[in-house]
Structures are given as structure tokens and as C-alpha cells.
């Protein structure tokens, strides 16, 4: 087993982790995480979608939860623009170029990413953070929010551990 405080300088992009590379699922959650060898940690989201007329967007995620989004600018019947979710108090800009931008208003984050779509699926890949590792801490720098820091450690090629300072843990598996 490799404890995170195994390791005795600090960690810099070319020596990332390689045991935190790759597919994981988080345990209790439902997306999958993909963490690069670039210290990148992605949030990946699979979701249908539909128009429910030209310029209201249907999103149904993978929980079955459904999000309703008003056009604000761009063409009619097109993902392309930027979108509004009262509900969720969500702003997501999709462009043309498959990367897209999403403001959470209740939580002053925003975050960025890719898409890619089909007739009725869209699947997203969000930069949720930047990790960085000194022996066995690690702390997620995120785009436009406060940091999470906290211990790790890698139990096996397949399961790794992550206790933050404000007391919460998660457990990854490996896909």
C-alpha cells in the first residue's frame, strides 16, 4: 500500500502520480472521474436532451433528474448559446467549438469543459481541478473556488482514499 506520505518532495506535473491516473467512480456518487497525467481531475456527465420548443432545453442526467433551460442568446433550436436554469440557478454557455462553461449562481463556481453530442445524448467532460501533491497532501485548485485540501492515500492499482481537513472522505475505484 502507498501512502501518500510516501513520497518525500513535492510532486510537480512531470512526476504526478502515476497510481491516480485514469477512470474512476467515486463511491456514493454517480459520474465517473477521469484524472490526466496532467493532474486534471474531470468530472465526465452523460445526459439526454431534447427542445422542448426552440428555445427551451430539456436535460435529463443519469440520476434521472430533470433540468429545464431558458435560451438567452443564440439561434433556435441549436445547443449552441447560452442557456439559463432557474431551478438550478445554472448558466451554461455551450459554442461551437464543443467546449462549454457553466456558472453555478448559488455557488459562485465556475467551471469549464468539453461536449460532445449526438441527436439525444450529450456527454461532458468538466475540469473540476488542478490537483497538486506534496508528500501526503494533496489540495484541488479549482477554476473560480475556495481549494480543498486534504491527506491520500492509495490503497491498491484500484482503490485510493481522500480525507479532507473539513472532515468529509470519498473512496475511488478504479474502472
Keep these: 500500500m502507498l501512502k501518500g506520505n510516501d513520497r518525500k518532495k513535492p510532486v510537480t506535473q512531470n512526476d504526478f502520480p502515476q497510481e491516480l491516473v485514469g477512470m474512476w467512480k467515486v463511491e456514493g456518487l454517480t459520474y465517473q472521474i477521469e484524472i490526466t497525467d496532467k493532474s486534471l481531475y474531470k468530472v465526465i456527465g452523460q445526459a439526454t436532451y431534447s427542445f422542448v420548443d426552440p428555445s427551451t432545453l430539456k436535460i435529463t442526467t443519469e440520476t434521472n433528474k430533470i433540468e429545464i433551460y431558458t435560451k438567452i442568446y443564440g439561434e433556435p433550436n441549436s445547443i449552441i448559446g447560452v442557456w439559463w436554469c432557474e431551478e438550478q440557478q445554472l448558466e451554461i454557455i455551450y459554442r461551437d467549438d464543443n467546449t462549454y462553461t ?71 475505484f478504479k474502472i
Design 102 to 172: 457553466i456558472t453555478d449562481k448559488d455557488w459562485s463556481d465556475t467551471y469549464f469543459g468539453t461536449y460532445s453530442i449526438t441527436e439525444t445524448q450529450i456527454e461532458t467532460r468538466e475540469v473540476r481541478a488542478y490537483l497538486e501533491i506534496d508528500e501526503d497532501r494533496i489540495t484541488w485548485l479549482r477554476p473560480f473556488a475556495q481549494a480543498n485540501q486534504g491527506t491520500f492515500e492509495i490503497e491498491s492499482s484500484e482503490r485510493w482514499h481522500y480525507r479532507c481537513d473539513e472532515g468529509w472522505a470519498r473512496t475511488y
